[in-house]
Each structure stands twice: as C-alpha cells, then as structure tokens.
C-alpha cells in the first residue's frame, strides 16, 4: 500500500504567547484535522490578523509549521483473529487460494490412492470398499445438514460464540449421523445381496458407524477452519490425512485384505481430528482475540438459514445423482459409464468456483465493508481461473478422453466440451449463491437451485432421444446460461457497479436485493 502523508495539526498560539515567547498550555488550541488523507495538506496555524500584528511588531514573517509523518493504521479486530483495517489484503483472497490448493492436492493424492489399492488389493475388495467409501461419503453429507455453511457463514461474526456455535455442529452431525449409519447397516444386506459383505464382518460393521460418527466431525473442521478465517491450515490438513491413509493403505494389505481399504480412510481420523480441535479451540479461538463489537449469533436464525440451505443444496444434489440413472435407464450401461467420466471431468472448474464463493463469503462476513471490493476481486479471479480450467476441458477433451479408451474421445468429447462451457456460467451461479447466503436470503437460493434443476433434468430427458448422452451437455449449458442471466444484477449490486461513491458498501443483509 503506498504511504500516505498529512499534516500533523499544531497547536495555535496566542497573543500573549506571541508577546511573551512562552507557550500558555491554558489557551492553546489544536487545529481540526485536514479530512484529505491522500494528498498532502497545507494548514496556515495562525489566523491573519495575528500575523499581520506580528508582522507589524517584528518586521518578520512567521515560518508555518509542517509535521511530514507516516500514518499509524488503526487496527481492527475481523472475526475471532486481528488484522489490519487497510493492511490486511491477504485475507480477501488467500482463503480462495488456500481451498482451491485443497482440492488440487486431495485430487491428486486421491489419483495415487486408488491407483495403489488396485494393485495390491482384488478387484472385488476394491469394489466394495469404493461403495462402502461412496456410502459413509453420501450418508455424512446429508446428516450434516448444512452445518458447514452455517459455520462457514457466522463463524466470521461469532466472537465469543465461536466456541459454542462449533460445538453445536459436532453434536448435531454426531447425533444425527449414528441412527442413520445404524440404521444402514441393518437394512442394506436386506436389501442387496451385494451389501451382505457388510453384515458378514463385524469388523466392517463398527468401522462404519464409527466412522458416521466423527467423519461429520472431520468434514466440520475444515468449515470451521474456513471460518475462523484459518483456511490455509485446511490443505495441510488433509495432505497430512491423505499420507496417512496411503501409508496405511499399504502396511494393513496383509493383516486386513478384506477391510484394509476402509480402515485406512478411518484409522488417521483418530489422529487429525485431536490435533486439529485443538488449534480450533485452543489457538484460533482464544477468548482474548473475539472482537467485542460482533453480533451475537442466534439460534432461530441459524435454524433457519441451514434449513433453507439444506434445501438449496438437495436440490443441487439432485441432478448429480439423477442424470446418471437417467442416462442408464434410456441408454444403456456403456452411455452411463462414458457420462459419468465426462461428467467428473467436468466438475473441476465447478469446484474451484465454489471455492472462491466461499472465500467471498467468509471474508465478506468478517469484513461487510469491503463487501463491493471483495465482490469484484473474487468475480475477476474467478472468471479469469474458470475461463483457463474450461478452455483446458474444452480443447484437451478428446486427448483426455483417450485415455480411457477410444470410444470415450469420439462418444463423449462433445458432452464434455458443452459441460466445459456450462462452468462458466455456472461459477457466476456459484458467487451468487454466496452473496445469497451473505444477504440471508435463503428462498432466493433455494428457488435458484430448484430452477437450475428443474431446467436440467426437464431439457435431459426431453432431449435424450434425439441427441443421446451429448443431450446433457446442451440442457446443463442452456438451463445454466438462463439462471445465471437472471442472477447477473445480484452480481452487479454487490460489485457496487455504476455507484456514485464506491467507497461505501451496504451491509451484507441489503445488498444483492
């Protein structure tokens, strides 16, 4: 930031001092500051007919009196940790940083994860232990109930109530997560004799509902971390986790070949989530640093905001889980198979962009002053990182594609180059979303995810067939395109774009109307 310099005002002398040449700390007076801080003020001391009555006594014009210093930035306090009021501009992006250096790192030891298992584990156990993964994964996010945005979201502002607003989220995931884990466990192997593996080790039994039971604990810190403004602990993290799962991985292939896979996504929990709770509790969230100015958090508009969310988010989830069984029930397993490879190639630039519309709303929380700023530093991030990660997707898709085969680069390349161009106007849907949860408009993003899925699923199955599995691509383009239209002035409010005064930035809670 460069220095600014003004005027130190200076007392104002009398006239018996300037009979006398004595200061008198009875009379003297401070002039007013100059209010122009980025320019250099000239301030005479001395009103003009004392001057001309010292002129006339002395013959002599008096020198005006200028102090040169540097500013002392005031400091503020933003959400449970202290950073400076003008200095701190590290925190408006790093976090979007921080989580995006997450995912590529998960990602990437994932790749060499289950490239491992493979080789060293049957084909049959790698089967089972993916779906038991995929289940403890699935079953964790719906009973979280959206606790993440929440902390996410009012962490920034908690103060004091940091401390209890994690540990409500804990328990609730906790509590809600072991009926339902048990109740899994129990009913599957009735249901599928697919899933009878699972009531036939007992092993793997208790490891699943142990796992329900603090997976919610585990995906919760990352939220609180991100909250707590502490988002650049959250890849080391879990690069930590992924090293010790991998080495686990490979140690426990002789001793557990059957259940070695799922005790090694379970066994280091036992020794992240200790260590990190206490730097959550301990070190981020020390009573001392909670900024006293923070409203309190209440528990109605919690409820509400993660009722509303939860909403939005299943509807989101729905077209995710939907259009895959869509696309096996109209064509077939091998068009299923190319679609759900082309559709995970796809979701990286969806996931960056989340991870900049979490950083806008963490930081803008803790921060709702900077919010025009913070809109318009994380939409030109955003958009510059998801144009390079879509023109990747679109122009590599055949080489990409070939590595899974021949078929998949001249079957599914189309539908991957339209689902490389939806994420466009997907990240602006994504930045919205935060400005919605931000303003606490939750039916507003709830109707905006039903919208989108509606759209999506309605223009797939209209669309099937004619066009086969590229009908995904145009219905996910067009139904993204329509919604990000209609969400594009809520972008350009909170960007503050067209204000007269672009210093002032409403308060979360009415901008973006």
Known sequence: MTPVFEVKPERTESR??????????????LAPPSADHHSLSWRRQR????????FATTGEMPALAVTLELPSYPFRQDGPGITHEYGARRSGYSTAYALILNTAGTTGLGFVYWAVATHIYSAKTVGRSSALVSALLLLSALTQLNVSSALQRYLPQAGNSARRLVGYGYAVSSLVALPV??????????????????????????????????????????????????AGVVPIENTVYGVLKLTMLIFV??????????ASWVAPLVVVIPVVNFLIF??????????????????????????????????????????????????????????????????GPTMIAANFGTSLMVD??????????????????????TLACSAVVILGAEPILRIYGAKYATQAAP?????????????????????????????????????????????????????????????????????????LPTLI????VGRRKPGRHRAPSRVAR
């Not at 009103?47 to 010292?54: A, F, I, K, Q, R």
């Not at 129990?186 to 092993?203: A, C, D, H, K, T």
């Not at 640093?289 to 508009?301: M, S, Y």
């Not at 803008?364 to 990182?385: D, F, K, M, N």
Request: proline fraction near 3%; aromatic fraction near 8%.
């Open 364 to 385: 803008a929380a803790a921060a709702p002053h900077r919010l025009a700023e913070l809109t318009r530093g994380i939409a030109i991030r955003c958009t510059v990182t």
């Open 47 to 54: 009103p003009d007919s004392e001057v001309e009555s010292l």
């Open 415 to 487: 539908l991957l180059m339209l689902l490389g161009l939806g994420a466009i106007p997907r990240a602006l849907i994504m930045l919205t979303w935060s400005l919605d949860r931000l303003a606490r408009r939750m039916r507003r993003a709830a109707l905006t995810q039903a919208l989108l899925t509606i759209l999506v699923l309605a223009g797939s199955r209209i669309l099937l067939g004619r066009y086969g599995i590229d009908a995904i691509g145009y219905a996910w383009l067009s139904a993204n395109v329509v919604v990000a239209l209609l969400r």
């Open 493 to 496: 409010s909170a960007a503050g």
């Open 16 to 29: 018996d001092e300037l009979a006398s040449g004595q200061p008198d700390v009875n009379s003297g007076s």
């Open 253 to 262: 292939a002789a001793l557990l070949p059957a259940a070695g896979i799922f």
């Open 181 to 230: 884990a048990v109740g899994f466990v129990l009913v599957m192997p009735r249901l599928s004799s697919q899933w009878e593996f699972l009531s036939g080790s007992r092993l793997l039994t208790l490891l699943f509902v142990g796992a329900a039971l603090v997976w919610g604990v585990f995906a919760l810190e990352d939220a609180a971390l991100t909250g707590l403004r502490r």
């Open 282 to 347: 301990r070190k981020f969230m020390r009573n001392g640093e909670a900024e006293q100015r923070q409203k309190p958090v209440r528990r109605r508009e919690i409820v509400r905001f993660t009722s509303a969310d939860y909403l939005a988010s299943l509807c989101n989830q729905a077209y995710a889980s939907l259009l895959p069984l869509m696309v096996l029930s109209a064509l077939g397993a091998a068009a299923s198979g190319r679609f759900y490879i082309a559709w995970t190639i796809a979701a």
